[in-house]
């Protein structure tokens, strides 16, 4: 997928994105109950660990994430850019009631990988 792809599906998006007004390195997610004519509401956060991250690489990475939500399969291929494997680990699958969360980590393979981002946010339906 080309960066310019992210919203040119022609389905509408049952969810966004936006920059948390929280955190600088954050971005909340959010989703939208009816369609485009409601008002998106807040259902989650992405949050960048890795304080060396160049911003667009992890803003591209949250657009890959709302990207999966929505359904789609053509992500943006990120690894020319980021020279690792990104991972994910669930800590807590939302079953339970609480958010759910997802640890991001990166392996270049020389070492153990290391934390990215977590993503906390309600279980999706």
Known sequence: MKH???????ILPTYTYRPSPIGTRAWQILKFTKGLAD???PVGEYTVLD???????????????????????NLIQLGEETKSRQLFHVLNDG???APMRIMFTSYDGTQVSQENALLQMERPN
């Not at 310019?4 to 022609?10: K, L, T, Y």
């Not at 304080?51 to 399969?73: C, F, I, T, Y």
């Open 51 to 73: 304080k060396e991250e160049d911003p667009l690489l992890s803003e591209k990475k949250v657009m890959n994430v709302v990207s999966a939500l929505n359904g789609r399969q």
């Open 39 to 41: 008002e998106a509401q």
């Open 95 to 97: 079953l339970n009631g």
């Open 4 to 10: 310019n792809d992210f919203n040119d599906s022609g």
